[in-house]
């Protein structure tokens, strides 16, 4: 007996093809691969993300916290959306069997003997992609002393990324005799975007931040910066997300802690769930007692 002909009704013609969106500022007309590569940066769920900036070390050297990648940062991987690292550290200590999005650090040059803004692009796209890297970062010295070149390093970069689907992450760097208020970061912020990186990490101000991340047309992380007491980490990173930035690249106010494991969880509940700093900060404290 010949099935039944349901054919007709099978391929539904009177309802339209579902056109999915995309949950990132900005970014709904990037192609599939750069949508790919940030939905594993960005928790497509809340829209943001914990990244744990590890890449200090490309022009610091041996940070204190960082010392011992294997021993200190390895055992944060479950806690952190993605690692911002640098190649050399990814190939020689991170475990490959990671399944973890790698955020890699693809600019350098000067160490902190010399003058910062004097960076190159310091890492082939190819070797990105080779390393199934989830996007690259990039200093954008806005007002230093090498600011064309900076900018220039960066457009570059965004052009490699564009070619194979990698998104760039432009870190707006301020130069130590910068004032870091809202209108810098509003200029800084603005200018990377609009020069094509498809996110940037920028530093918190308490005054005008929002007007930082609502000028800024794609999504904006909030940079940690030196090291500060639990409650005011927690307090800044709540503030950030709270005036508009999906999500923090810590890494001092994460690894330089006494219980860093306690501190990224404290942080993960404030970027995800929207969790009060004082309520974060009593999880801190009790994770922090259960060792
Ligand atoms: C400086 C950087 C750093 O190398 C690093 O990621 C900073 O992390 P933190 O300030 O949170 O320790 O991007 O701009």
Same mark, same amino acid.
Request: with cysteine.
């Given at each position: ?129 080779? &390393?199934?890297? #989830?996007?690259?970062?990039? $200093?954008?010295?806005?007002? +230093?002393?090498?600011?064309? *070149?900076? !900018? ?81 980490? &927690?307090?800044? #990173?709540?503030?950030?997300? $709270?005036?508009?930035?999906? +999500?923090?690249?810590?890494? *001092?106010? !994460? ?37």
């Amino acid at each position: 007996m010949p099935e039944a002909d349901t054919e007709g009704a099978r391929y539904q013609a009177d309802k339209p093809q579902t056109a999915p969106g995309f949950f990132l500022k900005g970014s709904h007309q990037l192609d599939w691969g750069m949508k790919n590569r940030l939905a594993r940066v960005f928790n497509p769920q809340s829209g943001r993300t914990v990244m744990l900036a590890v890449d200090h070390g490309y022009f610091q050297g041996p940070t204190t916290g960082l010392e011992r990648i294997d021993l200190s940062i390895v055992p944060l991987l479950p806690n952190c959306d993605a690692l911002f690292c640098t190649r050399g550290i990814l190939r020689s200590v991170i475990p490959a069997e990671s399944q973890k999005p790698m955020v890699l650090r693809a600019s350098g040059g000067p160490s902190i003997l010399k003058e910062l803004s004097d960076e190159q692009i310091a890492m082939d796209m190819e070797d990105a992609v080779r &390393l199934n890297a #989830a996007g690259v970062g990039i $200093q954008v010295f806005v007002g +230093g002393e090498f600011e064309t *070149r900076s !900018i220039h390093n960066m457009t570059r970069l965004v052009d490699a990324g564009l070619r194979c689907g990698m998104p760039v992450m432009g870190v707006t760097a301020v130069g130590t005799n910068m004032v870091r208020d809202a209108r810098y970061f509003r200029l800084a912020c603005r200018i990377i975007a609009e020069l094509g990186a498809q996110y940037v990490k920028t530093y918190y101000v308490d005054d005008g931040f929002e007007t930082v991340t609502a000028s800024c047309p794609v999504p904006i992380v909030m940079a940690g910066g030196k090291k500060l007491p639990e409650i005011e980490a &927690l307090t800044m #990173a709540y503030n950030a997300v $709270q005036q508009g930035a999906s +999500g923090v690249d810590m890494g *001092r106010n !994460i690894f330089q802690s006494d219980a860093p494991k306690a501190m990224i969880q404290a942080v993960h509940a404030v970027v995800h769930q929207n969790m009060k700093p004082q309520h974060a900060l009593d999880m801190f404290h009790s994770l922090k007692s259960q060792g």
